[in-house]
């Protein structure tokens, strides 16, 4: 079965850094776009960032850019994404996404997710 297991997560000051990863299994990794989506305490669902297949192709949503960034290491299924620059705004739980489909990024299975606070 699809396995995601999201690591990396914990807290850290206003403008410290994090990176996240996602151990992938059950799948072919290396077919499949992924994303990272979010969900703070009084938000929906935010895909942050998606990346195509083979890597070469990335998405951020506009309050990240220039802040994270995406990757993924095919060969080790494993998905990852470097979150510097972090702002108190960013605290949510973070979600490896297998699969993620226009508009809202949002894929069809969900790891268990890694909780990211940013607090002074």
């Known amino acids: 079965e699809v396995q995601l297991v999201e690591s990396g997560g914990g807290l850290v000051q206003p403008g410290g850094s994090l990176r996240l990863s996602c151990a992938a299994s059950?799948?072919?990794?290396?077919?499949?776009?992924m994303s990272w989506v979010r969900q703070a305490p009084e938000k929906g669902p935010e895909c942050v960032s998606a990346i195509n297949s083979g890597g070469n192709t990335t998405y951020y949503t506009d309050s990240v850019k220039g802040r994270f960034t995406i990757s993924r290491d095919n060969a080790k299924n494993t998905l990852y994404l470097q979150m510097n620059s972090l702002k108190p705004e960013d605290t949510a739980v973070y979600y490896c996404?297998?699969?993620?489909?226009?508009?809202?990024?949002?894929?069809?299975?969900w790891g268990q997710g890694t909780q990211v606070t940013v607090s002074s």
């Open positions: 996404t297998k699969s993620p489909v226009w508009p809202n990024f949002l894929g069809d299975f």
């Open positions: 059950g799948f072919t990794f290396g077919s499949y776009d």
